[in-house]
């Protein structure tokens, strides 16, 4: 199994998408410079968390016109799997491949640190490795991770089984109190209607090893090679 992590100035999480990666698949990923319009075949890529361009204008906004991004965009459009973790996720948005958009937390302040998640949505290459329900603990850290869409499109994510994860107590409750940046209906992750494009704000890839405090994030890297190895 072949995959790529895109890289823009300002990225600071590829090399740890790297290493998650090579952990789960034994190879190192290609890693791909953002002004590279042309890369190889690969069967998966990722985009991952950081600062692209500074955020300027918007937080991805700049990076979903760069040459690899459009590239990116084409093969998302023809099937392959694209992983989009906090910038990353930001970009998916920006570049329309998920709805919505990603904007100020609404305390208006960087939060970074650990969080529960619910997995609510398992019967995809992303996260068949965990169950339906479980909780999960991952770390976020953004300052742009509110998400927001309108109504008839949360609709949508919510009847079609489109939202991977939630914020959550550590009990599974979905509350308030739960929720770290006041995203819609504790939105933490999503998918698009074909089920291979996965935005999410949480960082898997810092929590996918135990001499990082936690494996949580371990079975989604390890549900990726399996499902696009097989």
Known sequence: MKSAVIVFPG??????VKVALAASAGADPLMVWHREAEFPKVDLIVVPGGFSYGDYLRAGAMAAKSPAMVETVARARAGVPVLGICNGFQILCESGLLPGALMRNAGLKFVCRDVWLRVD????????????????????AHHDGNYVADTATLDTLEGNGRIAFRYCDSDGSVTDKANP????????????????????????????????GGTDGRPLFDALIETLAA
């Open 121 to 140: 949505s398992v019967d995809t290459c992303f996260t068949n490795h965990y169950r339906a329900g479980q909780i999960i603990r991952v770390p976020i």
């Open 11 to 16: 990225s600071n999480c590829d090399r740890d």
């Open 181 to 212: 940046n006041g995203s819609a209906r504790n939105i933490a992750g999503i998918l698009n209607e074909s089920r291979t494009v996965l935005g999410m704000m949480p960082h898997p890839e810092r929590l996918a090893e135990a001499a990082l």
